[in-house]
């Protein structure tokens, strides 16, 4: 077979793959897929011309090139992405942990996972659930020795945010005693607005789940995740001590020796990879991924209320248990980029963190950004000039920054903004820190299609060897389970 349809063989099985893996009932999903095939084609067309070692060169440069602009956004950065249908990983560091010493970020730096933390609380809850050790549908004012006497709802639905929970007080109120934060916390009330977001619902489950503690340890050693943990010791950014964690709710549950479930884990870009493969491996059954990706509703809206409870429009249900899923408005309502499968979901956190994970695809990519910390404010206001190639890093419209243009990262008001000025000084803009990210989630899933393509067109064409060099050689591929 000639070279030029080998090439469009390739093209063709990809896009293909990625049409017969989803849904295409939305202007987004058709609009995603043909932004993929152009992306993709562009790709074909230098394969045609050079060998798949240059244009696989050209592909790791571009996507390097990618995180480096990102990185002016934080002091260090840390990307991960994996193709595990073709077995491919690429792995990007850049920028220092945030300390005196100047530490450079590298596969071995634990970042604080902010809200990430309730993937694994949720993948526990699941695995406890699937091993008939903690039951997930039951009322969690029924469980037994469960101190919540007032929540007639189930586990699984607080999992999924599907009713607005809070305290009777703050519970982040760092003067509090262990007695007066769990007297605040057992009396939660349910609101009006459904399908909240809220923090609550997780630190309730991690609580009510038994011997959790031994749990977590048992099953993330058993994943291989040697890193992840609450303790803050070996390389982190962000802090020096205790201190270190970002949330306050998380923090002062650990002051008092309570593990919360909804913050407070520490661990590396490598460790979020290793979970994406074990779901892969079936470290859970296929219904307890489906628990995980289910919002409990077909309806994808649901009436948003004022405090006063009257009507004031809609909003978007784009959430499972605990983590992102498609949804018709893609990345303007939720994290999951569109042409993703219908298995495809991702999770975020404070930080700066994301990990997308696409069951089905195969595809898998995390960002990590180091976020310093709320105290180290002062003495840590981040300036970064853009270089000149710079088309990576977008303003609101889409359009890149121009050269000059200065980036000014810091903590206002207890969230990570990004003040912009332009090559003259005068104030463009301000941006929450984890908007201007997208444009690097879309770039990980462009480059590993790319890879994915150029690839298979090297193992057609007999020159897998030059493969094996520059991508195969920290692929693990994750330990098997058995479902």
């Known amino acids: 077979m000639e070279k030029e349809e080998i090439i469009k063989r390739e093209l063709f099985n990809i896009i293909n793959e990625l049409k017969s893996n989803q849904n295409l009932d939305t202007y987004l999903a058709n609009e995603s897929i043909a932004n993929i095939a152009r992306e993709l084609e562009e790709t074909a067309r230098q394969l045609d011309t050079m060998s798949p070692e240059e244009v696989m060169l050209r592909i790791r440069r571009d996507y390097f090139e990618a995180v480096s602009s990102t990185a002016l956004l934080s002091p260090g950065i840390a990307t991960v992405i994996e193709d595990s249908k073709d077995k491919i990983y690429l792995a990007r560091y850049e920028g220092n942990i945030g300390d005196e010493t100047q530490t450079l970020v590298s596969k071995d730096t634990r970042f604080d996972y902010a809200s990430i933390t309730k993937l694994f609380t949720v993948l526990e809850a699941l695995k406890l659930n699937q091993d008939g050790l903690f039951d997930i549908n039951q009322i969690i004012a029924?469980?037994?020795?469960?101190?919540?006497?007032?929540?007639?709802?189930?586990?699984?639905?607080?999992?999924?945010?599907?009713?607005?929970?809070?305290?009777?007080?703050?519970?982040?109120?760092?003067?509090?005693?262990?007695?007066?934060?769990?007297?605040?916390?057992?009396?939660?009330?349910?609101?009006?607005?459904?399908?909240?977001y809220s923090d609550i619902p997780y630190i309730i489950v991690k609580t009510l789940m038994p011997n959790s503690r031994k749990f977590f340890t048992d099953y993330y050693d058993e994943l291989g995740l040697l890193s992840v943990g609450y303790d803050i010791s070996g390389q982190i950014t962000g802090g020096y001590d205790f201190?270190?964690?970002?949330?306050?709710?998380a923090r002062l549950m650990q002051r008092l020796a309570i593990q919360p479930g909804h913050a407070g884990l520490f661990g590396t870009a490598d460790d979020l990879i290793k979970v994406f493969d074990a779901l892969n491996n079936g470290f859970l059954?296929?219904?307890?991924?489906?628990?995980?990706?289910?919002?409990?509703?077909?309806?994808?809206?649901t009436p948003k209320y004022d405090n006063e409870g009257k009507e004031i429009g809609l909003k978007p249900i784009n959430r499972g248990m605990g983590v992102y899923i498609e949804h018709p408005e893609g990345l303007k309502v939720g994290e999951v980029i569109p042409g993703l499968s219908k298995k495809a979901f991702s999770i975020t956190g404070f930080t700066g963190g994301y990990a997308s994970y696409d069951l089905i695809n195969g595809l898998s990519s995390v960002i990590l950004a180091n976020p310093l910390t709320i105290e180290a404010t002062a003495a840590k206001v981040l300036v970064n000039?853009?270089?000149?190639?710079?088309?990576?890093?977008?303003?609101?419209?889409?359009?890149?920054?121009?050269?000059?243009?200065?980036?000014?990262?810091n903590y206002t008001d207890r969230k990570k903004n990004i003040n912009i000025y332009d090559e003259n000084g005068i104030h463009l803009e301000n941006r929450a820190y984890t908007n201007i990210l997208n444009s690097l989630k879309i770039q990980q899933l462009y480059t590993l299609l790319k890879l994915r393509l150029t690839k298979r067109v090297a193992l057609a064409l007999a020159t897998s060897d030059v493969l094996k060099q520059h991508i195969e050689e920290e692929y693990s591929g994750g330990k098997k389970f058995t479902k």
Do not use: C, H, M, W
């Not at 586990?155 to 809070?166: N, T």
């Not at 605040?184 to 607005?193: C, F, M, S, T």
């Not at 201190?243 to 709710?249: I, N, R, S």
């Not at 059954?285 to 809206?301: C, D, I």
């Open 142 to 196: 029924e469980i037994n020795r469960s101190p919540y006497k007032t929540l007639n709802i189930t586990v699984a639905d607080i999992l999924r945010f599907k009713y607005e929970l809070s305290t009777i007080g703050r519970i982040d109120d760092p003067s509090i005693t262990t007695a007066q934060f769990y007297r605040r916390l057992l009396r939660p009330k349910i609101g009006k607005n459904a399908y909240t």
């Open 285 to 301: 059954s296929e219904e307890s991924l489906k628990l995980l990706l289910s919002p409990g509703t077909e309806e994808r809206y």
């Open 385 to 409: 000039k853009v270089p000149n190639d710079n088309r990576y890093l977008l303003s609101k419209e889409g359009v890149p920054f121009k050269a000059g243009t200065t980036i000014v990262s």
């Open 243 to 249: 201190e270190a964690v970002a949330d306050e709710k």
